[in-house]
């Protein structure tokens, strides 16, 4: 009966988001966050997941392709990912030119694949708020939020048992080949519907990246009350799986207050200006074409 019980906490751990079974931080701490020790998916398979998709979704979508908007992402992006609490992760960071959802600002198909839409590259009105978007997405990766959905979803399909899974059951030749075929046919676009409390921690772990790597984090109050920075993230009666506006902001602003002072913190560069006039240089080409 121990066991029976034993594991019936753990199948609880895998069936409902992680974030909902863990305790909040408290105001004088920063949020820490660890892999999920239920989590069978190891980062070869998960990488390998994100990779297949990631050819599909740019196949699909378009990359915006200038080598200097991609040199730019990339190195905001890698100095957030250094900072991260996943630092370890193969990251990359791209321009996308779509994505099949409506009112997006950038996604992740997990691995550390990161795109950026170009529409938001457009309209983000500083440096500082692009670094929490990007460090919020480097937080799905960092709370391992892309494979812990995957195996959800395979328990609920039923293509496993989670008993058979937790009691050691099932080899892990036969666990692999389960996964890839599951990745093979799943869609991407509803792993990547994630819960409230996954977005809530990617936005702690998001604005922490940015103060890390030197980023002023208020940019992202003013972002939860003026932008969409986060994924699928289209009218409040459609988006559920979100936290409101308000509740961000509540969040946020709690955990910047756990973070030291520093001065000189970034909110824009010239490399932000200049990102934003060659975009303008490229509507323009278009245009003319």
């Given at each position: 009966m121990l066991k029976l019980s034993i594991l019936s906490l753990l199948i609880l751990f895998l069936l409902f988001p992680y974030g909902s079974l863990k305790?909040?931080?408290?105001?004088?701490?920063?949020?820490?966050?660890?892999?999920?020790?239920?989590?069978?998916i190891d980062e070869k398979q998960e990488t390998e997941m994100a990779d297949r998709w990631a050819k599909d979704i740019e196949a699909k979508q378009g990359l915006l392709g200038d080598s200097q908007i991609d040199d730019y992402l990339d190195?905001?992006?890698?100095?957030?990912?250094?900072?991260s609490?996943?630092?370890?992760?193969?990251?990359?960071?791209?321009?996308?030119?779509?994505f099949?959802?409506?009112g997006i600002a950038a996604f992740t198909v997990g691995g550390g694949r990161i795109y950026v839409l170009i529409s938001f590259l457009r309209d983000v009105p500083s440096e500082a708020a692009l670094a929490f978007t990007i460090g919020h997405e480097i937080g799905h990766n960092a709370g391992y939020h892309l494979p812990l959905q995957m195996q959800r979803r395979m328990f609920l399909d039923k293509i496993v048992s989670e008993v058979a899974l937790l009691a050691g059951r099932i080899g892990e030749s036969d666990w692999e080949k389960l996964v890839r075929e599951y990745s093979d046919k799943a869609s991407y676009l509803l792993l990547l519907e994630f819960s409230r409390?996954?977005?809530?921690?990617?936005?702690?772990?998001?604005?922490?990246?940015?103060?890390?790597?030197?980023?002023?984090?208020?940019?992202?109050?003013?972002?939860?009350r003026t932008g969409s920075r986060t994924i699928m993230q289209v009218i409040d009666d459609l988006n559920k799986q979100h936290p409101s506006p308000e509740e961000s902001y509540q969040y946020l602003s709690q955990e910047i207050k756990t973070l030291d002072k520093k001065k000189g913190l970034i909110n824009t560069s010239q490399e932000f200006m200049q990102m934003k006039q060659?975009?303008?240089?490229?509507?323009?080409?278009?245009?003319?074409k």
């Open positions: 305790s909040a931080p408290q105001s004088s701490e920063r949020y820490k966050v660890s892999r999920p020790f239920y989590l069978r190195n905001i992006g890698q100095r957030l990912a250094k900072v609490q996943r630092p370890g992760l193969k990251y990359s960071f791209k321009a996308i030119k779509s099949d959802r409506p409390e996954d977005e809530k921690e990617a936005d702690l772990l998001g604005v922490g990246n940015a103060f890390d790597a030197g980023w002023d984090p208020t940019a992202a109050l003013l972002w939860t060659r975009l303008k240089e490229l509507s323009s080409f278009t245009r003319s």
